[in-house]
Nanobody, 126 residues
Framework: QVQVVESGGGLVQPGESLRLSCTAS????????IGWFRQAPGKEREGIIC????????LHLRSAKARVRVFRNDPAKTFDLQLNSLNADDTAMYYC???????????????????WGQGTQVTVSS
């Protein structure tokens, strides 16, 4: 049984940084494509960034450019997201997702991912 767990969310002030963690069990972490998504109230889920098996990360959320970093650690089976200079528009539920692609690539389309965590809430407010 696959389990995906996100953690690290919370209430932060504008301008601060946050690092979210994702762990998974029950799947082959090393060959998975992994992505971070978010969903704000009343909005569709959107892809932030993803990392394929061996290639570099691919950014999908333009508003996060220069503010986001990901850390994929296959031996530890963790996939962390760091988001800097947070603002109110970053308030959302953040999700980690895993998929299997026959190609060494990844996408920001949630339909390409098979396993999801419950999410971790990030609220940016003064």
């Amino acid at each position: 049984q696959v389990q995906v767990v996100e953690s690290g969310g919370g209430l932060v002030q504008p301008g601060e940084s946050l690092r979210l963690s994702c762990t998974a069990s029950g799947l082959t972490f090393e060959t998975a494509t992994i992505g971070w998504f978010r969903q704000a109230p009343g909005k569709e889920r959107e892809g932030i960034i993803c990392v394929p098996r061996s290639q570099g990360a691919r950014l999908h959320l333009r508003s996060a450019k220069a503010r986001v970093r990901v850390f994929r650690n296959d031996p530890a089976k963790t996939f962390d997201l760091q988001l800097n200079s947070l603002n109110a528009d970053d308030t959302a539920m953040y999700y980690c997702a895993f998929g299997q692609s026959p190609y060494d690539s990844c996408s920001g389309d949630s339909r390409d991912y098979d396993y999801w965590g419950q999410g971790t809430q990030v609220t940016v407010s003064s």
